[in-house]
């Protein structure tokens, strides 16, 4: 996290398995959703089944958006869902059967609202994906400057200030960075930009890509 002095606006980049799973399952599938529309034709299994751009879209927000509330409550000191545990020693089935359903809501494919077949075919994807935790893992929210971002730690300063001040209208920001073969960015609100991970841009690039999607963010925000 990025904050300075006493103020409570920060900007974080984090690391999310779960925002980056969906743009993987878009690219495996090749259906193209503006700006991540640079990628060649997949299996299109998702598409076959009834995937469509507005559905990824919402499905993309919803998971995006789960992980953001999760971090502002931790950011801001509020409750967070209690630990699940066993209760019996050994665990019964129904217990078993109850942890699985669990730790199966807190997956993208559960926050899917559309075709049954698409979410089966997520859930599979899902496991896939997950099984590989070398390639994938989260990573707690941190000071964008421990190396993730291009450019001098006085530029990042002057930048957060610019970010700040453009996005005075936002609660903070937060930005997830996620591996795609072209330099985007998608803006979703109320306050989270979605890009090619940091270390492929420019700092020039970085630097004005950052700045738009604050702006677009901060219209949005506006009455």
């Given at each position: 996290?990025?904050p300075?002095g006493?103020d409570?606006?920060v900007?974080s980049l984090?690391g999310?398995q779960?925002?980056?799973?969906c743009v993987?399952?878009l690219?495996q599938d090749?259906m193209?959703?503006r700006p991540?529309?640079?990628?060649?034709?997949?299996?299109?299994?998702l598409?076959?089944?009834?995937m469509?751009?507005?559905?990824?879209?919402q499905?993309?927000?919803?998971?995006?958006?789960?992980?953001?509330?999760?971090?502002?409550?931790l950011?801001?000191?509020?409750?967070?869902e209690?630990?699940s545990?066993?209760?019996?020693d050994?665990p019964?089935?129904a217990?078993?059967?109850q942890?699985?359903?669990?730790l199966?809501?807190?997956?993208?494919?559960?926050?899917?609202?559309g075709?049954?077949q698409v979410?089966?075919l997520?859930?599979g994807?899902?496991?896939?994906?997950s099984?590989r935790?070398v390639?994938?893992?989260n990573?707690?929210?941190r000071?964008?400057?421990?190396?993730?971002?291009?450019?001098?730690?006085?530029?990042?300063r002057?930048?957060?200030?610019s970010l700040r001040e453009?996005?005075?209208?936002l609660?903070?920001?937060y930005?997830y960075p996620?591996a795609?073969?072209?330099l985007?960015?998608?803006?979703v609100?109320?306050?989270?930009?979605v890009?090619?991970?940091?270390k492929?841009?420019?700092?020039?690039?970085y630097?004005?890509a950052?700045?738009a999607?604050?702006a677009?963010?901060?219209?949005?925000?506006?009455?």
């Amino acid at each position: 996290m990025h904050p300075i002095g006493g103020d409570r606006w920060v900007r974080s980049l984090i690391g999310s398995q779960s925002v980056e799973f969906c743009v993987w399952a878009l690219i495996q599938d090749g259906m193209h959703v503006r700006p991540f529309d640079i990628h060649p034709i997949g299996d299109e299994r998702l598409s076959q089944a009834g995937m469509d751009a507005a559905g990824w879209t919402q499905w993309f927000k919803t998971v995006v958006n789960r992980d953001v509330d999760f971090h502002e409550r931790l950011r801001l000191g509020g409750d967070l869902e209690p630990m699940s545990f066993y209760e019996s020693d050994p665990p019964t089935v129904a217990e078993q059967l109850q942890m699985k359903e669990a730790l199966w809501a807190k997956t993208p494919p559960a926050l899917w609202k559309g075709s049954r077949q698409v979410g089966e075919l997520l859930d599979g994807l899902w496991d896939d994906y997950s099984s590989r935790p070398v390639l994938r893992r989260n990573r707690p929210p941190r000071w964008p400057r421990d190396r993730e971002e291009p450019g001098t730690i006085a530029q990042d300063r002057d930048l957060y200030t610019s970010l700040r001040e453009l996005g005075s209208d936002l609660p903070s920001l937060y930005c997830y960075p996620v591996a795609y073969p072209a330099l985007v960015v998608r803006e979703v609100a109320p306050m989270t930009l979605v890009l090619t991970s940091p270390k492929q841009w420019t700092w020039e690039r970085y630097h004005d890509a950052l700045l738009a999607g604050v702006a677009s963010l901060a219209g949005s925000a506006r009455p």
